[in-house]
C-alpha cells in the first residue's frame, strides 16, 4: 500500500472511532486572510473545553485500550506529579522490536498535541492492515501528557508551563535554574542525559558526575519509561512535542511549526561521545526530512528551524546524548479556531515518522530538507519582548505594534501574561521581565 493511503487510512480510522468513542463533533475552519494561515481574531476566545482534563483523558485512553483487543496496554509512569499526587498516564501500542517513544505536552499550556497523540492511539490500536503491520515491526509509546499538573492542577486554574513546585524558593531567596518563583520547574530542562545516572540533576555538578538530585518528576518520569523500554539500544526515536507561538518566514507567511534535531555537541564532546551523538543527530534530520515531505501534501504546514540550545536537560538534547534519535517539534498553539486542524496536523506528522520507521525508508531518507530549514527572521514574541520591557501602556503597546509591522489598536487588551500582570500604567519588575522572555524564547 502506497504511504499515502495508508496515512488517509489510518487518519480516518483514527477521527471516525475517536468521535464514536467521544461522540463529538469536529470543528473545522476556513482559511484567512493574508498572511495566509488560521491566525486569531480579535473577538477569538481561547476555550480549553476540547482539550480533556486529567479524568477525562485517563477515561479516554482506557476506552481506547480497552476497545483494541490487546494491541494497546496503558500503565503510569512511577513518579506521582509533585503537585497533586497523580501519575502520568502513556500508553504502548505494538510488540516489535525496534521503538518510537512520542512526548506531548511539557509545557502544561502547549496542549495542541495532546489531542493529536490520542489520535495517533487510536489509529495504531485499530484492526487496520497498515496499524497491524506497524505493530508487528514496532513498539510505540505515546505519553500524551507529562506535564499533568501543569495544565489542570495550578493553583489559578490557568495552564501554565511549568509544573507544579510553588514552595520551592521563596523571596527573596535565589531560586534553582529554570524555576518560576512561586509556580514550579521547566520541566524541559531537567532530562537526565547520564547512561549511568537515570535520576541526575542536568543542572548541577560537572558533567559526566551524577548526583541523583534530580526534583522534578515529569522529567523523571519520560526517563523510566525510555528505560524501561530499553533504551537506545531498543528506541530509535524520541520525539519531544511543543507548542508556540507565530513566527512569520521570509515571505511573511505564518510559520505553523519549527523542529530541530540534538545540538548539544559540547557535552557530547566533555563525555567523550561524539561519535555517537553524531549518529543520532544524523538520524534525527532525517526524521525530520520525513516530516517534511509528509506535510508538502498538507496545507498551512509551513515549518522553520527552531533556534534551540546546546542546554544537555532538553529533551531534544538528552536523548540525543543517550543515543537515540531526538527531534523536537513546535506546533503553533495561538487560538481554538483551528486547534483541531493543527492537532490532526500533529497527529499526520507522527504518523508519517511511524510508517517511516515501520517500512524501514527511514534509513535512506536524505538529511538534505532537513539540513536546508532555515529560521523566521520575524516571531511573534519579538512584539511581546518589547510588550513587557516596557510601562503597560497604549501608546506603548502600539509603539510595539508598528514596531513589528502590526496595525495600532484604540483599546488596551488584558495583560496576557500571569503571574505579574501590570495595571495600566505599570511597569513589570526585572525578575518578571526576564521570566516572560525566557519563556517566548524557548522551547
Aim: with cysteine.
Amino acid at each position: 500500500m502506497k504511504p499515502e493511503r495508508t496515512l488517509r487510512l489510518l487518519a480516518v480510522v483514527a477521527v471516525v472511532g475517536l468521535l464514536a468513542i467521544l461522540q463529538v463533533a469536529p470543528a473545522a475552519a476556513a482559511p484567512q486572510s493574508w498572511p495566509n494561515g488560521p491566525w486569531v481574531v480579535p473577538q477569538q476566545e481561547e476555550s480549553l473545553a476540547a482539550i480533556r482534563d486529567y479524568p477525562q483523558l485517563v477515561a479516554t485512553l482506557d476506552n481506547i485500550v480497552n476497545s483494541s483487543q490487546g494491541a494497546a496496554t496503558l500503565a503510569y509512569a512511577p513518579y506521582p506529579a509533585k503537585g497533586s499526587g497523580r501519575l502520568v498516564p502513556y500508553v504502548t501500542i505494538g510488540s516489535g522490536p525496534r521503538k518510537l517513544m512520542v512526548v506531548a505536552q511539557h509545557h502544561g499550556d502547549e496542549w495542541i498535541s495532546s489531542n493529536g497523540m490520542i489520535f495517533l492511539i487510536l489509529a495504531l490500536s485499530s484492526n487496520a492492515k497498515a496499524a497491524i503491520f506497524i505493530r508487528n515491526e514496532l513498539t510505540v509509546i505515546v505519553i500524551p501528557r507529562v506535564n499533568i499538573d501543569g495544565f489542570d492542577a495550578t493553583p489559578t486554574g490557568v495552564p501554565w508551563r511549568y509544573n507544579v513546585d510553588p514552595n520551592v524558593c521563596p523571596s527573596p531567596t535565589p531560586c534553582p535554574a529554570f524555576y518560576s518563583r512561586d509556580r514550579g520547574y521547566d520541566t524541559n530542562r531537567y532530562n537526565p542525559y547520564l547512561v549511568s545516572d537515570p535520576l541526575d540533576n542536568p543542572n548541577t555538578g560537572p558533567v559526566g558526575a551524577g548526583q541523583g538530585d534530580n526534583p522534578v518528576p515529569e522529567s523523571l518520569n519520560i526517563r523510566a519509561v525510555y528505560d524501561a523500554a530499553g533504551g537506545a539500544d531498543t528506541v530509535e526515536v524520541v520525539l519531544d512535542l511543543h507548542g508556540q507561538g507565530t513566527p512569520l518566514d521570509a515571505n511573511r507567511d505564518m510559520v505553523f511549526s519549527s523542529t530541530l534535531w540534538p545540538t548539544a555537541t559540547p557535552t557530547a564532546d566533555a563525555l567523550g561521545i561524539r561519535p555517537q551523538f553524531d549518529a543520532a543527530a544524523e538520524l534525527s534530520k532525517r526524521v525530520i526530512s520525513v516530516a517534511l515531505m509528509a506535510r508538502d501534501k498538507i496545507a498551512h504546514a509551513n515549518t522553520s528551524k527552531y533556534v534551540g540550545g546546546p542546554e544537555p536537560g532538553i529533551s531534544r538534547n538528552a536523548y540525543g546524548l543517550l543515543g537515540s534519535a531526538s527531534v523536537l517539534f513546535e506546533h503553533r498553539v495561538v487560538g481554538q479556531k483551528a486547534a483541531g486542524y493543527m492537532a490532526n496536523i500533529s497527529f499526520r506528522t507522527v504518523m508519517a515518522i511511524v510508517e517511516a520507521l515501520a517500512d524501514g525508508s527511514l534509513y535512506t531518507t536524505s538529511t538534505a530538507r532537513a539540513e536546508a530549514l532555515v529560521i523566521a527572521p520575524d516571531n511573534a514574541s519579538l512584539f511581546w519582548k518589547c510588550v513587557v520591557a516596557r510601562p503597560y501602556t497604549l501608546e506603548n503597546y502600539n509603539f510595539c505594534r508598528e514596531k513589528y509591522e502590526l496595525s495600532p489598536v484604540t483599546t488596551l487588551p488584558p495583560f496576557p501574561f500571569e503571574p505579574g500582570a501590570p495595571g495600566p500604567g505599570e511597569t513589570l519588575d526585572e525578575e518578571t521581565i526576564s521570566q516572560l522572555i525566557y519563556e517566548l524564547d524557548t522551547e
